[in-house]
C-alpha cells in the first residue's frame, strides 16, 4: 500500500525559508506527476506548485518566485522550498502524487496527510 509521508513544516518569520519533503512510501512500478497543495478559502485545496515527470513545473501566481518545487526519482521524493514567507503563506501543505502501482496498470492518486506551515509576522 503506497503511503505519502510529509515532513519539514513547522514556525517560521516572515521572510524566512522552510523546505518540504514528501515521500512515496510502499512499492511502486512509476511515479508520474508530483504536487504540492494547500487548503483553499472553500475547504478546497488548491494547486500550489507541479512538477511532471520530464520536469516541467507550474506555480500559483501567489507563489511564482519564492517557492520552488523539485523531485527526487531515485528516492520517490518532491520538495518545496518556500523563500520569502509571507503570514498568508500559513496553512496545511498537502502532497500529491500520481503512480502506477504495477507495470501495464491505471494511474491512482494518493494524498498525504498534510504538514502545517505557520508564518508569523
Known amino acids: 500500500q503506497v503511503q505519502l509521508v510529509e515532513s519539514g513544516g513547522g514556525l517560521v518569520q516572515a521572510g524566512g525559508s522552510l523546505r518540504l519533503s514528501c515521500a512515496v512510501s510502499?512499492?511502486?512500478?512509476?511515479?508520474?506527476?508530483m504536487a504540492w497543495y494547500r487548503q483553499g478559502p472553500r475547504n478546497n485545496r488548491d494547486l500550489v506548485a507541479f512538477i511532471t515527470t520530464g520536469g516541467r513545473t507550474n506555480y500559483a501566481d501567489s507563489v511564482k518566485g519564492r517557492f520552488t518545487i523539485s523531485r527526487d526519482d531515485a528516492v520517490n521524493t518532491v520538495y518545496l522550498q518556500m523563500n520569502s514567507l509571507q503570514p498568508d503563506d500559513t496553512n496545511v501543505y498537502y502532497c500529491?502524487?500520481?503512480?502506477?502501482?504495477?507495470?501495464?496498470?491505471?494511474?491512482?492518486?494518493?494524498w498525504g496527510r498534510g504538514t502545517q506551515v505557520t508564518v508569523s509576522s
Open positions: 510502499g512499492s511502486v512500478f512509476k511515479v508520474n506527476d
Open positions: 500529491n502524487v500520481n503512480y502506477q502501482p504495477v507495470e501495464g496498470a491505471g494511474v491512482f492518486g494518493s
